[in-house]
């Protein structure tokens, strides 16, 4: 099991390796650089998942009259590190840069890309700020943003009857954004917030004092603005306090097919969530799956990793537009024209970017199976609805995005 | 019902019942820090790695060899307790005549280590462990719902830590190591295997860590960085306690734990720092901590 | 329990006389200086410029915290709250007061020298693991300030910081300026500590580390010289962060968690405890392992560790440290 994800780990360093004095190779060569969490809480989500998804793009793009190479490298969760290596790759002849995870590292890493004209497509970070208060005409914002987790939760949890709700959030940015977010959703589609704790992140391992607490509220619907292994330990002392037996409902505001694996269907069943990706979905997701399954060590894709898949194809396609040099040339460019064409492809379906960088797609409110009812591997998921792709994400106009001419 | 300080009565005692709870982890995690100070002189930062080496080591039993939750608690503390006299053996033994700096960076690099290649093989998101089924379920207090598995833990913690306490202060053997602590060489000139007596206590110390890890096992996420969070807390209550005091460490580690507990209901932003807040404060009024001899 | 402060691995170097070298630097000291300085001038052609000044930021920081483990022997367990928060401060100060690099960097070294004032008029009641314990105390209180302070910005810290203009004139937008004011602050403050060491003043700190009690029976108020040495440390460790902020043009909590303050530990012990360059070789090594390991994925920490256990099992006196012992030189 670990032989290969580690080769697959040697692959991207000795790729990384490589001199980089090749110059004519280079001229007509892509380099994209997944710059992602190798080690850490966040690691599993994408890591070495999201640079398997990313290779499998190059692959099934094929030889189209240029080279693509791809190179990979761990961030650490650390601002200063994912810039500097950033700076390094861009400056080293990177046209592209993918995944970075954890908001604070995306956000650094946006700053680069602007000051050096290059490609950054944000697969991993939660931060709205991306298409909004920070936005850049060299960013692309593919994935989640605490704004479309919080809209589909939100809403579809106050319509099922869930109208007042009691917050436990992670006290940093993350957190703060996806309770405001997921607060004002609540408040307008006609529930209450009956109160929220802030706790320490992330030195937290006991909730039950902020279960306890959120059970007294006497809130219907228990909202978990946090992520990783909190809301997993957040999920499991849940089941053991028996909050959820007795009808309190969970909403994990955000959470991954991984995730749920960790904690069992025993313990996770009944939990509601937000995707924008689930492998038995449909003919197209199934067949990606498929396709990905033997890079990925027995895992599933889940929407962080698979989204590198699509954004890799797109970028690609882009490059194939409009030829390499100009492609190498000009970030700003290469993202204009990547918002000027559809996207399509097996994993999201069809779908645009819109002109602050935010690439759209559906997404999927699903309910947890319980162990009865799941049939196989990784049969975790029933669909409960979906938000249309122009619906789930902030209206262009609310965003403070610098790009948008009103 | 009446309300103290603007929060109703049951609610707050419910907390100080939550915040006892955990301070059962601390309890039994900071007892085996300070048994092996207190006869080492090692400041023993790979504690938190070998926590979360008992709790892998339960699901690591149940997966591969299908042994349960009680087989658990009996083998697991077995066996990681053996790969820290593995480490004890290798490593350690070489440093106990230099600054506790030298002991701390030691097993801060073995902790990293550790926690790096768990993390390699196991994914970082963590494994399923559930509660045994003679534990689940819950007692209705009237005011909240207590599950039966927390007070297993409590009333498991409390024999841990009672027990070692009689061992070292009641026995022979007790005796002996209280003795190597205070002149080693003399307890040496007594035909005492001082050495092996070392290496054992620090088995001994590992295997109470693995103890907790287990204990967590069913209601923390399994996974490699859930100690990592939780050592510069429990080296906290260790300071405060007074290095190497047994007694203070497990009186320490219950009252953090309640102190904790209050925190989070009063100002919960700062539950993890009020530890150190108090650290700094008694450091600076008792300079042994609260138990410990100048 | 014992509390004895003092190091046993710290290199005594040569005993006896030394040949009067300039400032205070001897005859292989001097040798060093001029390689480093060379090296400072070249290093920008052959390596990459950001990836030197992110080094000489961390040495600067190591230098600084060198200062009070190697010459005074207070094992501080909290330098990350000076370094960070004089990166915060530089920060506020060139994105929304608008002041030059320069000013920001006075303002960030300003503010780790006063915290270092507050700080170790507390830590220094206590000694040896108990000073330690009481800086890490500290420290996770500013971490937690860092947290709710709305001026950090919190989790996302505070980015977009401008380079600005030096003295409002030299643009340092390029990354080759920035390297020369970087080079140029890194040196004056190694020059400084080097100064401070050979200083009257140095002499007492050497004291106190290998002597307390008999320093105080001499009429000395050891409080007071180590409380200076501590302001002095913390105000370099945030003209260190500082420069950091502005080099990368981001300021976030890293530089405040208790890893920065393991990190800068690790650097000084990889290079060598007291030895006047240890701590710029230990940050270079450091450094370099999280730039060119990051390719390595997941090994990271692992390496990382390895590289703690080989420190303290076979090379105590760091890379300087035996190298010197090896010529018998003091470095």
């Known amino acids: ?406 | 019902m009446d309300e103290i300080f603007g929060i109703p009565a049951p609610l707050l005692f419910g907390q100080l019942l939550l915040g006892l709870i955990n301070g059962a982890f601390y309890a039994m995690l900071s007892l085996g820090l300070a048994v092996i100070f207190g006869l080492l002189n090692i400041i023993n930062f790979t504690h938190g790695a070998q926590f979360m080496m008992g709790a892998f080591a339960a699901w690591m039993l149940l997966a591969w060899a299908g042994l349960g939750y009680w087989w658990a608690l009996v083998l697991a503390p077995i066996i990681v307790g053996f790969t820290g006299i593995i480490l004890e053996k290798l490593f350690i033994s070489r440093l106990y005549k230099l600054d506790h700096l030298y002991g701390l960076l030691l097993t801060l690099g073995l902790g990293l280590i550790i926690e790096g290649v768990f993390r390699n093989q196991f994914g970082s998101s963590g494994l399923p462990y559930r509660i045994p089924a003679e534990l689940s379920g819950a007692w209705d207090l009237g005011f909240m719902y207590m599950p039966i598995y927390r007070g297993w833990v409590v009333v498991a913690a409390l024999f841990f830590c009672i027990s070692t306490w009689l061992i070292i202060e009641k026995t022979r053997l007790g005796a002996y190591l209280r003795a190597a602590t205070e002149r080693a060489e003399l307890v040496q000139a007594f035909g005492i295997n001082v050495p092996r007596m070392i290496t054992l206590t620090y088995g001994a110390g590992v295997a109470l860590a693995a103890v907790a890890g287990v204990l967590a096992a069913p209601i923390y996420s399994v996974n490699p960085q859930m100690g990592s969070n939780l050592i510069i807390v429990v080296f906290a209550v260790v300071v405060i306690g007074g290095m190497g005091s047994i007694l203070g460490s497990i009186i320490t580690g219950f009252g953090l734990g309640i102190v904790e507990g209050l925190t989070k209901v009063f100002y919960p932003e700062a539950s993890a720092t009020v530890i150190f807040v108090i650290m700094a404060i008694v450091l600076l009024a008792r300079p042994a901590g609260l138990f410990g001899r100048a | 329990m014992s509390s004895e402060t003092t190091l046993t691995a710290i290199p005594t170097g040569v005993v006896g006389k030394q040949a009067p070298g300039i400032w205070g630097f001897n005859g292989s000291q001097l040798i060093a200086l001029l390689l480093l300085v060379a090296a400072l001038g070249l290093a920008p052609f052959f390596l990459y410029p950001v990836f030197v000044m992110k080094l000489l930021c961390f040495a600067l920081f190591a230098c600084a915290f060198n200062l009070l483990i190697g010459y005074v022997g207070l094992m501080s367990f909290g330098h990350a709250a000076y370094f960070g928060m004089g990166g915060y401060i530089a920060g506020h100060a060139a994105k929304v007061w608008g002041l030059t690099p320069e000013l920001s960097i006075i303002a960030g070294g300003l503010v780790g020298a006063g915290l270092g004032v507050l700080g170790g008029w507390l830590a220094i009641r206590r000694q040896g693991i108990y000073f330690a314990m009481i800086t890490m105390a500290l420290a996770q209180m500013v971490y937690f300030f860092c947290v709710q302070a709305p001026f950090t910005g919190g989790e996302d810290g505070i980015q977009a910081i401008p380079r600005g203009k030096l003295f409002g004139v030299i643009s340092m937008d390029s990354d080759m300026a920035m390297y020369w004011l970087v080079a140029v602050v890194f040196l004056m403050g190694f020059m400084f500590i080097h100064r401070i060491i050979h200083s009257p003043f140095g002499q007492v700190m050497k004291a106190i580390r290998e002597n307390e009690p008999r320093t105080t029976s001499l009429g000395y108020r050891t409080d007071d010289y180590k409380l200076v040495a501590f302001i002095l440390s913390c105000g370099l460790a945030g003209v260190a962060g500082a420069v950091k902020t502005l080099v990368f043009g981001i300021a976030t909590l890293t530089d405040v968690h208790f890893s920065m303050s393991g990190e800068v530990v690790l650097m000084t012990l990889v290079g060598g405890l007291g030895t006047i360059f240890g701590p710029v070789i230990g940050a270079a090594v450091v450094v370099g392992m999280q730039n060119y390991l990051a390719e390595m994925g997941a090994w990271v920490t692992v390496i990382q560790g390895g590289i703690f256990v080989a420190c303290v099992l076979a090379f105590r006196r760091g890379i300087v440290g035996e190298i010197g012992n090896l010529f018998k030189v003091k470095l």
């Open chain 1, 1 to 406: 099991m670990s032989f290969s994800r580690r080769s697959v780990l040697a692959t991207g360093a000795a790729l990384g390796m490589a001199p980089l004095s090749r110059a004519r190779a280079q001229a007509n060569t892509i380099k994209i650089g997944v710059l992602n969490d190798m080690s850490g809480p966040y690691r599993d989500i994408s890591g070495p998942f999201g640079v398997a998804c990313t290779k499998q793009a190059v692959a099934e793009f094929g030889m189209q009259g240029f080279n693509v190479e791809v190179i990979n490298a761990d961030h650490q969760n650390k601002p200063d590190v994912g810039a500097g290596l950033a700076r390094q790759w861009y400056d080293q002849g990177v046209d592209l840069i993918l995944d970075v995870p954890t908001s604070s590292v995306g956000l650094a890493v946006a700053q680069v890309a602007k000051e050096k004209n290059k490609a950054y497509i944000n697969t991993g970070s939660a931060t709205s700020d991306l298409t909004g208060a920070a936005c850049q005409a060299t960013t692309v914002h593919w994935m989640y943003d605490t704004y479309m987790l919080a809209k589909s939760t939100g809403s579809a949890m106050v319509a099922a009857g869930g109208d007042s709700w009691f917050f436990l959030t992670a006290d940093y940015a993350f957190g703060h954004a996806l309770e405001r977010d997921t607060a004002n959703f609540v408040r307008s589609a006609g529930g209450r917030v009956m109160g929220q704790v802030r706790y320490p992140f992330p030195s937290t391992t006991d909730f039950s004092s902020f279960l306890v607490q959120a059970q007294a509220s006497r809130a219907k619907v228990i909202g978990m603005a946090n992520a990783g292994a909190d809301t997993i330990n957040t999920i499991k002392q849940a089941a053991e306090f028996g909050i959820t037996r007795r009808g309190t409902k969970l909403a994990a505001l955000l959470m991954f097919l991984a995730d749920v694996h960790a904690l069992g269907l025993q313990t996770a069943q009944g939990l509601v969530l937000t995707e924008s990706f689930y492998w038995d979905l449909n003919d197209r997701t199934r067949a990606v799956t498929r396709r990905l399954l033997p890079h990925l060590n027995g895992a599933y894709p889940n929407m962080a990793s698979v989204a590198n898949y699509s954004a890799t194809l797109h970028f690609l396609k882009a490059v194939k537009d409009m030829g390499v040099a100009a492609a190498k040339a000009s970030g700003t460019e290469i993202v204009n024209r990547m918002k000027a064409m559809p996207t399509d492809d097996d994993a999201f379906g069809a779908g645009s970017i819109r002109v602050d960088g935010r690439k759209l797609c559906p997404s999927y409110l699903f309910e947890v199976k319980s162990p009865a009812e799941s049939k196989g591997p990784y049969d975790y998921y029933k669909l409960l609805g979906t938000t249309p792709a122009g619906e789930a994400f902030r209206p262009l106009n609310e965003g403070g995005c610098s790009q948008v001419r009103s």
